[in-house]
């Protein structure tokens, strides 16, 4: 709104800041009342006039609920305080909200679904630093080594770190789900065996996904009394194809 009234005419932004009253004069009896609109001087026509269209200005960006409110005043410079009070509060309110969001500022996070586009739009280079999430943290030290973050416009933190998330969507493939793990009580060992050897060498999962299927394996281990011998030998017997052998045939050739 500020923009729009000064592109009209500054005086008319200058009519909002200085204010304007109706120019008055001395009576006989020493009162002072409004001056007659015909006899005001060109400067006072010029000034009244800046005020009504600063007014009319300010009626055109408002709506219905805030018009009621600033409909009775004359005055640009008071109807737009009253705007500024009914909108922002009063300068104690105001500081209320800053500090409510310099809380909130402090331990915003980003969230998991969030992507760099949505989340680069609420912080600032230190803060963004400090708050993305763990798929980051390599690309963050990296840009910390390299440069000087003190100085680093957000533009290009946020530019680079753009087109490493879409080098991880591009270099990482699309495994199966970890839902798709036959479960722990399967009563086949092989199958529940060859599934998380699968999964741990060929999915590409990430640290939790990894030890989800850890915890599952151990706990498909204790069900059926098998010892904890190392992950890595039990998803190498598993994941090794074993020979078929004929019936009758024995495993000693003479």
Known sequence: MRAYIKTMDERFW?????????????????????????????????TSNANTKALNAIYSFVDVSLF???????????TWEALQLFC?????????????????????????SETIVSYSV??????????????????????EEAKDTSVMSFDELDG???????????????GRSIALISAPDSEDEDLDLAAIAY??????????????????????????????KPLSRHLKSASEPSTPQ????????F
Not at 123 to 133: A, G, I, K, P, Y
């Open 122 to 143: 609420k912080l600032l280079v230190s803060e963004f630093l400090r708050s993305v999430t763990k798929k980051l943290n390599m690309k963050i030290t990296a840009i």
């Open 88 to 112: 922002e509060g009063s300068r104690g309110v105001q500081r209320t909200k800053l500090r409510m969001l310099a809380i909130q500022f402090e331990v915003i996070r980003m969230e998991e």
């Open 68 to 78: 009621r409110i600033i409909s009775n005043i004359q005055m640009d410079k008071e």
């Open 199 to 228: 999964e741990a060498e060929y999915a590409n999962l990430d640290a939790d996904s990894i030890a989800l299927i850890t915890r599952k394996f151990y706990d498909f281990l204790k069900k059926k009394n098998i010892s904890r």
């Open 246 to 253: 004929l019936v009758g045939q024995s495993s000693n050739r």
């Open 14 to 46: 200058r009519a909002i800041l200085t204010g304007w009253e109706a120019p008055k004069r001395d009576d006989p009896d020493g009162d002072i009342i409004l001056n007659n609109e015909v006899e005001w001087t060109a400067e006072e026509l010029t």
């Open 160 to 174: 680079s770190l753009k087109a490493y998330e879409m080098e991880l969507k591009i270099k990482q493939p699309k």
